[in-house]
Nanobody, 118 residues
Framework: QVQLVESGGGLVQAGGSLRLSCAAS????????MGWFRQAPGKEREFVAA????????LYGDSVKGRFTISRDNAKNAVSLQMNSLKPEDTAVYYC???????????WGQGTQVTVSS
């Protein structure tokens, strides 16, 4: 059974940093794309970042470019999201996802809350 478990969310002041982690189990995702999405109350789910199997290719949503960094550790079957210069508009539930490519996200985590206070 595939399971993705996020951790690292919490409350932080604007300008601060948080690091989210996602541990995958039940399958080896070393050849898969791994990514992060977020959803704020009353808004649609938004793409945040993705990383290819080797870590050589990364993609970011426009709203987080230059502030967030995605990375992965295939030995640990894990992906992380370093979030710097956080803004109140970054407040959302953040979800980890994996799939064969960026158009097919097959598995999702349960989400972790990030709240940025002004």
């Amino acid at each position: 059974q595939v399971q993705l478990v996020e951790s690292g969310g919490g409350l932080v002041q604007a300008g601060g940093s948080l690091r989210l982690s996602c541990a995958a189990s039940g399958h080896t995702f070393s050849s898969y794309v791994m990514g992060w999405f977020r959803q704020a109350p009353g808004k649609e789910r938004e793409f945040v970042a993705a990383i290819n199997w080797s870590g050589a290719v990364t993609l970011y949503g426009d709203s987080v470019k230059g502030r967030f960094t995605i990375s992965r550790d295939n030995a640990k079957n894990a992906v992380s999201l370093q979030m710097n210069s956080l803004k109140p508009e970054d407040t959302a539930v953040y979800y980890c996802a994996v799939g064969p490519n960026t158009l097919q996200w097959q598995n999702w985590g349960q989400g972790t809350q990030v709240t940025v206070s002004s």
